[in-house]
């Protein structure tokens, strides 16, 4: 446990005597508490025990780390406070994103933290009665949020008591707590309502998606919002003035912070500080008494559901293993020989079904959209036109596109080597395989195949009817390209074999990796731009690319045992 | 004596399908009860429902004249449990965790460590103590499983494959142990697929096939009623459709003609 966890800790269980009213046993509330907050802080490490005592010393790492990209999401709520002059325009924007911001981080964590499938194995089996172990889960979760908050709440803090808005600072605190316990109901029906529609075990993949909307909601908040920006911000508008508002539960928070801020304190301010007290408690009383019961008995199917979903419908698997035998014959077309067809095909259902592989890579789909509509959206450039015309401008905007679509196949390349399952891959090492080379060729093809090839398709699908024909050389360069880039790449980087490293041993180079990649594919980029209209030179290009494609895959293909970095060998 | 453990007319499903069907034993205090039968037979389904894991069954279950049904938090705190998947918080160390068990199971917290610490050096996990068990071999993590289940001295102790992943001195330990907690009065009840452990262990013996229960007495009863000296052929006896010779006929047939490289 870190100072901070041991402070909120103190703080929260200042209000034991309301728990044991509520029939909890603080002592058990206690130790669950402390042994989570305890597990939160330590990243299972997988390294051996020396290392894992010397780790001791840097226990705070993860509470540190969630706490400072909290206070990233702190500082961009400031841009609410650039919108308009108007105070409860402001603070409306700033409740509707910090409620969001809010939500969307904490619908992750639930999942990766505050919900572990392990309490229903260790901690149902004690004699741990229903109220403690919802008011652990209330707790816990709320422990954490706290940890989230307070980063989050700062930079807007300083910023208020900068601009001398000190009249304001009390009751936006407050309020900003009666947001939070809102953002926890709307978290709590979001998952009730998952939990109607789906199994639970379906459950983690649905969050997953949350999590990846998440980031391109974010990313693309930050790219587009200021753009838009320009726009409003000369209007100064009054958002108070707008019909239904006060059905937008944001503007409540806000006018009731505008009511204590101004020392106005009409019939509708009035109102609005009591919508923003009481539904918020009441709402969370709702999950306590109702919902959140309801909840964990769900949950605690989790395992026992698993019985009942081996009856699934014969029909669906008949489809999918048609379509798998389309897949199975493409890549046959592709791959060379059967070991490398079996590592295409390994890696092929691993990367559609691996929950962590998903949430890795698809947010770059996300990003690449959210660059592709800031080319294509920007009002002062008239892009399309520019594009269509195979401008000068036009021409950079489509080699822009086609390279900057390399960052998924980099990402996917990134993060084809690790896997929760990571000790699965003994099974290569105990076959009597002569050499992993073809087991990483055909994942490679697989990457390709799987997030190089479907871009291009899109490409010539839009780009064909917008642009013509004229567009179908530089696609197919393009393709090549993309094609000798992520070859390349798996020269330096794929010397592993497909899923066999534990998901630790990725981390922070990979940033700095995928910058370093995606200048490369820009670098091909340029050369390609700049003899966009000189044909010859393209194809010689194309030639090029060829011939690194193919002696990168053929040193790959010779990648000896003894090349291979392997942890399950130990 | 009153049975500490008594089931009645107990039916268990899942969706349509029914996992138990009418099972009804009796249970006295001091035996050892090995509860055996093939995968899917229902067994960890009847070892959730004594420990109050699973609410939703008919019939009646009372551990002890306590209702399962009715006060599951006051019957979970008279059974140790032993689950059959190994899950430990195992970023934690093996004394951080078994205090954490002993609150649990409302242990003054000087009583768990002193346990916890007496019984990590009987399983000769003393140096280890202090370490995560993220970095435990199988066995080792198994052995703190066991003693989480022990810590509290429980009336009942309900072990799921217990064994499983445990060097032979450690299987002597535990073997030795169940001896000593029967004849204090302890009831155990013992699930394994581990015949020859389950003959020599129990008392009595309990075979449950498609959630019936099939066999219910002592070694002995069962090789006079059933005609066979082992309880693996008991076993093969009374839950198998086909002779298992057919089955391994089978998997040498499926080589065909392929006799093998050399």
Same mark, same amino acid.
């Given at each position: 446990?870190?100072?901070?966890?041991?402070?909120?800790?103190?703080?929260?269980?200042?209000?034991?005597?309301?728990?044991?009213?509520?029939?909890?046993?603080?002592?058990?509330?206690?130790?669950?508490?402390?042994?989570?907050?305890?597990?939160?802080?330590?990243?299972?490490?997988?390294?051996?025990?020396?290392?894992?005592?010397?780790?001791?010393?840097?226990?705070?790492?993860?509470?540190?780390?969630?706490?400072?990209?909290?206070?990233?999401?702190?500082?961009?709520?400031?841009?609410?406070?650039?919108?308009?002059?108007?105070?409860?325009?402001?603070?409306?924007?700033?409740?509707?994103?910090?409620?969001?911001?809010?939500?969307?981080?904490?619908?992750?964590?639930?999942?990766?933290?505050?919900?572990?499938?392990?309490?229903?194995?260790?901690?149902?089996?004690?004699?741990?009665?229903?109220?403690?172990?919802?008011?652990?889960?209330?707790?816990?979760?709320?422990?954490?949020?706290?940890?989230?908050?307070?980063?989050?709440?700062?930079?807007?803090?300083?910023?208020?008591?900068?601009?001398?808005?000190?009249?304001?600072?009390?009751?936006?605190?407050?309020?900003?707590?009666?947001?939070?316990?809102?953002?926890?109901?709307?978290?709590?029906?979001?998952?009730?309502?998952?939990?109607?529609?789906?199994?639970?075990?379906?459950?983690?993949?649905?969050?997953?998606?949350?999590?990846?909307?998440?980031?391109?909601? =974010?990313?693309?908040?930050?790219?587009?919002?200021?753009?838009?920006?320009?726009?409003?911000?000369?209007?100064?508008?009054?958002?108070?003035?707008?019909?239904?508002?006060?059905?937008?539960?944001?503007?409540?928070?806000?006018?009731?912070?505008?009511?204590?801020?101004?020392?106005?304190?009409?019939?509708?301010?009035?109102?609005?500080?009591?919508?923003?007290?009481?539904?918020?408690?009441?709402?969370?009383?709702?999950?306590?008494?109702?919902?959140?019961?309801?909840?964990?008995?769900?949950?605690?199917?989790?395992?026992?559901?698993?019985?009942?979903?081996?009856?699934?419908?014969?029909?669906?698997?008949?489809?999918?293993?048609?379509?798998?035998?389309?897949?199975?014959?493409?890549?046959?077309?592709?791959?060379?020989?059967?070991?490398?067809?079996?590592?295409?095909?390994?890696?092929?259902?691993?990367?559609?079904?691996?929950?962590?592989?998903?949430?890795?890579?698809?947010?770059?789909?996300?990003?690449?959209?959210?660059?592709?509509?800031?080319?294509?959206?920007?009002?002062?450039?008239?892009?399309?036109?520019?594009?269509?015309?195979?401008?000068?401008?036009?021409?950079?905007?489509?080699?822009?596109?086609?390279?900057?679509?390399?960052?998924?196949?980099?990402?996917?390349?990134?993060?084809?080597?690790?896997?929760?399952?990571?000790?699965?891959?003994?099974?290569?090492?105990?076959?009597?395989?002569?050499?992993?080379?073809?087991?990483?060729?055909?994942?490679?093809?697989?990457?390709?195949?799987?997030?190089?090839?479907?871009?291009?398709?899109?490409?010539?699908?839009?780009?064909?009817?917008?642009?013509?024909?004229?567009?179908?050389?530089?696609?197919?360069?393009?393709?090549?390209?993309?094609?000798?880039?992520?070859?390349?790449?798996?020269?330096?980087?794929?010397?592993?074999?497909?899923?066999?490293?534990?998901?630790?041993?990725?981390?922070?180079?990979?940033?700095?990796?995928?910058?370093?990649?995606?200048?490369?594919?820009?670098?091909?980029?340029?050369?390609?731009?700049?003899?966009?209209?000189?044909?010859?030179?393209?194809?010689?290009?194309?030639?090029?690319?060829?011939?690194?494609?193919?002696?990168?895959?053929?040193? =790959?293909?010779?990648?000896?045992?003894?090349?291979?970095?392997?942890?399950?060998?130990? | 004596?009153?049975?500490?453990?008594?089931?009645?007319?107990?039916?268990? !499903? !899942?969706?349509?399908?029914?996992?138990?069907?009418?099972?009804?034993?009796?249970?006295?205090?001091?035996?050892?009860?090995?509860?055996?039968?093939?995968?899917?037979?229902?067994?960890?389904?009847?070892?959730?429902?004594?420990?109050?894991?699973?609410?939703?069954?008919?019939?009646?279950?009372?551990?002890?004249?306590?209702?399962?049904?009715?006060?599951?938090?006051?019957?979970?705190?008279?059974?140790? !449990?032993?689950?059959?998947?190994?899950?430990?918080?195992?970023?934690?160390?093996?004394?951080?965790?078994?205090?954490?068990?002993?609150?649990?199971?409302?242990?003054?917290?000087?009583?768990?460590?002193?346990?916890?610490?007496?019984?990590?050096?009987?399983?000769?996990?003393?140096?280890?103590?202090?370490?995560?068990?993220?970095?435990?071999?199988?066995?080792?993590?198994?052995?703190?499983?066991?003693?989480?289940?022990?810590?509290?001295?429980?009336?009942?102790?309900?072990?799921?494959?217990?064994?499983?992943?445990?060097?032979?001195?450690?299987?002597?330990?535990?073997?030795?142990?169940?001896?000593?907690?029967?004849?204090?009065?302890?009831?155990?009840?013992?699930?394994?697929?581990?015949?020859?452990?389950?003959?020599?262990?129990?008392?009595?013996?309990?075979?449950?096939?498609?959630?019936?229960?099939?066999?219910?007495?002592?070694?002995?009863?069962?090789?006079?009623?059933?005609?066979?000296?082992?309880?693996?052929?008991?076993?093969?006896?009374?839950?198998?459709?086909?002779?298992?010779?057919?089955?391994?006929?089978?998997?040498?047939?499926?080589?065909?003609?392929?006799?093998?490289?050399?």
């Amino acid at each position: 446990m870190t100072v901070f966890d041991k402070i909120f800790l103190r703080l929260f269980l200042l209000f034991a005597p309301l728990y044991r009213r509520m029939n909890v046993d603080i002592n058990h509330l206690k130790a669950i508490l402390t042994a989570k907050l305890t597990i939160d802080n330590r990243r299972p490490s997988t390294f051996n025990q020396m290392q894992s005592r010397q780790e001791k010393k840097e226990l705070n790492r993860a509470t540190l780390s969630t706490m400072s990209s909290a206070l990233v999401m702190g500082l961009l709520l400031l841009i609410s406070f650039a919108i308009s002059q108007d105070m409860t325009t402001r603070l409306t924007v700033w409740f509707s994103m910090f409620i969001f911001i809010l939500a969307s981080t904490l619908i992750s964590d639930f999942t990766a933290v505050l919900i572990d499938i392990k309490d229903n194995m260790i901690i149902l089996p004690k004699p741990v009665n229903d109220a403690t172990f919802v008011t652990y889960r209330l707790l816990h979760i709320t422990i954490h949020i706290t940890k989230i908050l307070l980063p989050m709440l700062l930079p807007t803090l300083v910023f208020l008591l900068v601009k001398g808005e000190v009249a304001v600072l009390i009751p936006f605190l407050a309020m900003a707590f009666m947001a939070t316990l809102f953002a926890v109901f709307l978290i709590n029906a979001v998952y009730i309502l998952i939990l109607k529609i789906t199994t639970p075990e379906k459950f983690k993949s649905i969050i997953s998606y949350f999590q990846i909307g998440f980031a391109i909601v =974010i990313f693309g908040a930050y790219q587009l919002l200021p753009r838009f920006m320009d726009m409003t911000a000369v209007g100064d508008l009054q958002i108070s003035g707008l019909k239904y508002i006060r059905l937008y539960p944001p503007f409540w928070f806000a006018e009731a912070c505008e009511a204590f801020r101004s020392f106005s304190f009409g019939n509708m301010q009035i109102l609005s500080i009591a919508l923003s007290v009481l539904i918020p408690l009441l709402s969370i009383i709702l999950v306590i008494k109702y919902l959140a019961p309801s909840f964990t008995q769900k949950l605690s199917l989790i395992n026992s559901s698993a019985v009942e979903i081996k009856n699934a419908s014969p029909e669906k698997d008949n489809l999918s293993k048609k379509r798998f035998a389309l897949t199975e014959y493409m890549a046959g077309k592709i791959t060379n020989g059967e070991k490398e067809l079996m590592g295409f095909l390994f890696t092929w259902k691993m990367m559609g079904r691996s929950r962590e592989f998903k949430i890795k890579v698809f947010p770059s789909f996300g990003y690449v959209l959210v660059i592709f509509l800031l080319i294509i959206l920007d009002q002062k450039t008239r892009p399309l036109a520019e594009i269509i015309s195979l401008s000068a401008k036009g021409r950079m905007f489509i080699i822009l596109l086609i390279y900057f679509s390399s960052l998924i196949s980099i990402t996917a390349l990134a993060q084809i080597s690790y896997s929760d399952k990571s000790k699965a891959s003994w099974i290569f090492n105990a076959s009597p395989l002569e050499s992993p080379g073809n087991i990483i060729t055909g994942a490679l093809k697989s990457v390709i195949a799987g997030f190089v090839f479907p871009l291009f398709l899109l490409f010539a699908l839009f780009g064909i009817p917008v642009i013509g024909p004229r567009i179908v050389p530089h696609l197919v360069i393009g393709f090549v390209n993309l094609i000798a880039l992520c070859s390349l790449l798996a020269y330096f980087y794929l010397r592993k074999l497909p899923f066999s490293q534990p998901p630790s041993k990725s981390g922070s180079m990979n940033f700095v990796n995928s910058m370093l990649t995606l200048a490369l594919s820009f670098l091909f980029g340029i050369i390609h731009l700049r003899f966009f209209d000189k044909f010859p030179a393209l194809l010689v290009m194309s030639l090029v690319s060829i011939a690194i494609t193919w002696f990168f895959l053929s040193t =790959i293909r010779k990648t000896k045992w003894e090349n291979v970095q392997n942890q399950t060998t130990q | 004596m009153d049975p500490i453990i008594s089931i009645r007319h107990l039916n268990k !499903y !899942y969706g349509p399908r029914k996992v138990l069907s009418d099972i009804s034993i009796d249970i006295s205090p001091g035996q050892i009860i090995g509860y055996i039968g093939p995968n899917g037979a229902g067994k960890s389904t009847t070892v959730k429902i004594l420990c109050g894991l699973i609410s939703d069954f008919t019939g009646e279950v009372l551990i002890r004249n306590i209702d399962v049904k009715k006060n599951p938090v006051e019957v979970k705190s008279l059974i140790g !449990y032993v689950p059959e998947m190994a899950e430990l918080y195992d970023v934690l160390t093996p004394l951080e965790f078994l205090r954490f068990i002993g609150v649990l199971y409302n242990l003054p917290a000087e009583v768990a460590a002193g346990r916890a610490e007496i019984m990590l050096d009987a399983f000769g996990l003393a140096g280890n103590k202090d370490q995560r068990m993220d970095t435990f071999s199988k066995g080792m993590k198994q052995k703190v499983l066991i003693i989480s289940g022990l810590l509290h001295n429980p009336e009942i102790l309900i072990l799921d494959e217990p064994l499983s992943g445990l060097d032979a001195n450690s299987v002597i330990i535990v073997k030795d142990l169940l001896d000593k907690m029967a004849s204090n009065g302890k009831t155990i009840f013992y699930c394994s697929h581990m015949m020859d452990i389950v003959e020599k262990v129990s008392d009595r013996i309990i075979l449950i096939n498609e959630g019936k229960v099939v066999a219910d007495g002592t070694f002995e009863e069962l090789k006079m009623k059933e005609g066979d000296n082992t309880l693996e052929k008991i076993f093969a006896h009374l839950t198998a459709d086909e002779s298992l010779t057919g089955a391994s006929e089978k998997l040498i047939n499926a080589f065909g003609n392929d006799h093998g490289n050399k």
